[in-house]
């Protein structure tokens, strides 16, 4: 059995297998460009699964990076993950963004803190810091790109391409599940809300997009 991980929350979107338990092959697919490639995502895991002989009945859980990040690629990502989720009966984890950037370069940190820094457009940045360990000293913020703290003591992760590996190694590691009703609820934490303007389209006011969530 293997853990299928989405990171669909930056440019770089990536799509990965690995086994749920450790020893096995590990595979992974990273399309670069716009997260506007997000809509091609089945397409995208039809070819990873295939290539590899796997099959969706082969997948034990899947993990799926849950934000910050562009409304696009999250939005349909989480969709995409949550049917999947439910038509198996696997469990759904969620996996903060900064949190995979961060697993992903823990051997990188050798024991320090990690901050982690993101593009999140229009000027800013997600930021969050963790310890060598990976448990979170900060909460998930949004600033200033000027502003991002820089700590001298800290390695610095900044605007790293994201890798869906470590959604997969975090989502195996995760020992608690989210209920059904707990599925159809969860939401993204976008980075920025959408650029629709709702207000000038009284008809999309009632799906409320483009609200940020944490």
Do not use: W
Not at 76 to 89: H, Y
Not at 136 to 150: C, F, G, H, Q, Y
Request: some cysteine; hydrophobic content about 45%.
């Amino acid at each position: 059995m293997a853990v299928l991980g989405f990171n669909f929350a930056t440019e770089n979107l990536g799509l990965a297998v690995s086994p749920d338990t450790s020893g096995g092959p590990v595979f992974e697919k990273i399309y670069r460009g716009p997260t506007i490639k997000a809509e091609f995502l089945l397409e995208y895991l039809d070819k990873l699964l295939k290539a590899n002989n796997l099959s969706l009945p082969d997948i034990s859980r899947i993990g799926t990076a849950i934000g910050p990040g562009a409304f696009t690629g999250l939005r349909l990502s989480l969709v995409t993950a949550k049917t999947l989720a439910l038509e198996l009966n696997i469990p759904l984890v969620p996996v903060p963004t900064l949190a995979a950037l961060a697993h992903q370069c823990q051997n990188e940190a050798r024991g320090q803190n990690i901050r982690v820094i993101m593009d999140a457009c229009r000027g800013e940045s997600a930021a969050a810091l963790f310890a060598p360990d990976l448990r979170r000293l900060e909460p998930d913020r949004i600033v200033k790109t000027a502003d991002a703290p820089r700590e001298k003591d800290c390695v610095i992760i900044e605007n790293r391409p994201a890798k869906a590996l470590s959604v997969c190694a975090l989502a195996a590691q995760a020992v608690k599940f989210l209920s059904r009703a707990e599925i159809l609820s969860l939401a993204p934490a976008y980075s920025h809300g959408s650029r629709v303007n709702s207000t000038a389209k009284p008809e999309l006011q009632h799906l409320k997009i483009g609200q940020n969530h944490s």
